[in-house]
């Protein structure tokens, strides 16, 4: 009976030990959650150096390194052969020259010339061609907000009235839209062109932009899961902005959407320091969102076996919640039942969190829906500054950035780590089984 006892001991005694070994293992792995670190990541995104991180462009190609270099930093894992998933964008490219509006007499004499920044701007949304001339021989209508000329090469340009004396806002760029040329003009200017094309003038304008075809990246990675037969859960953001204006202004973007970008690097750094989850987790840095969800389009359709069955959750916006509920965007298509969207309004209900569902397909989860994906985006819905050189690193909130990490843990916990053996991460656990270990050994010095 003694030795029986003594086994007994012996056994629980190593079997403490262990789990106070694999305990501290996985507390020295540990990468936590922190505000801070995605702070200090949206500061970096949004600096100088990456010009507003527009597509195509050399400061989006830094955003896109830094990203890689994160991942590998944070041991996570290539999910094909590269961490980079290569497709083609036709982009704006910055050219030589100076912006201008010009309108001339029948003579060819200048009658007026209209000043860049003030009466005029690029709206940004397509450049397939940057120089047009026309006059009342050509096609033209005028609408109270809009004119659209046609020259004698059929080319079309479309100038939009501001209705505010500011043009803070930059669209973004839609490459197959119908004209070729889009021109935002101060309020009243529509009339005083439509006055002057009437007197058989001509209007001459240039906005020192090309469209070029560019080889841009999405960046992907993968935390490897237990079991390979189960459908993997997929975290994605987009880092692309709207660059730098021809007046010097960066479009830095902190919210829309370094913020979710940085989010989803913190996030990643943190998931691939927990011991292994159950299943795959797939984390994908979107390019070309402003461009027209081309980066998301490409991923899901490439990879369509490889993502079988997988949940989507993607962070577009994350910093704004003063006064803001927490926005679950679902697709336009209100007939698709959406499983995840369920549990994160559940999770909301626990945790006391206020929130709204849109349904919207103005983000990257709309391009996973259409390939048949359960897939939401998480959101802050604060438009007050984007597209704007107002939206800073200033305006963000940590607290909304503490809000969207509660929720979606909870997600991801019960979908993939609530059989990993996360309790042993629980500092109260750790002491538990040390006084454990202490007993055994009090109880086995005495036998």
Known sequence: MKKLYIAT?????????????????YKNRLDPFERKGVLKNIEYLTSDEFEGRLCGNEGNYLA???????FIKSNIKKLNSSYLQDFNVKAPILVEGEPYLKVYDKNNKLVSSYKYGVDFKEAFINF??????????????VLPTIMKGTSSSNNSVVFLSSPVDSFNFRSSFIEDTPCDLYVVVAPNLIKELETYLNKGYKIDCFIPYEVKEKVVNNVTGIIKGKNPFLPPLVLTAHFDHMGKGLSGEIYRGALDNASGASFLLELSSFLASLPQPSRDIIIVSLNAEEFGLLGSKNFAKENKDLL?????INFDMIGSDKDIPLTFMAGEDTCFHSDL???????????????IIENKDSSDHASFIKEGFDAITINDGDVTRIHTPEDKIEYISPTAIDRSFSVVWSEIFDSAYSSSGLFLLDSKVLILLILSALICLILKLRS
């Not at 001991?9 to 293992?25: A, D, E, H, P, Y």
């Not at 896109?64 to 994160?70: G, H, T």
């Not at 397939?128 to 209508?141: A, L, P, Q, S, Y």
């Open 341 to 355: 969207l369920d549990r994160l309004c559940e999770i909301c209900n626990e945790k006391n969190i206020t929130n």
């Open 128 to 141: 397939r061609v940057n120089h047009i001339t026309f006059d009342n021989t050509n096609e033209f209508k």
């Open 9 to 25: 001991i012996n056994i629980l005694l190593c079997t403490f030990i262990l789990l106070i070994q694999l305990s501290l293992v």
């Open 308 to 312: 079988k069955n997988a949940t989507v």
């Open 64 to 70: 896109q390194e830094f990203i890689e270099n994160s």
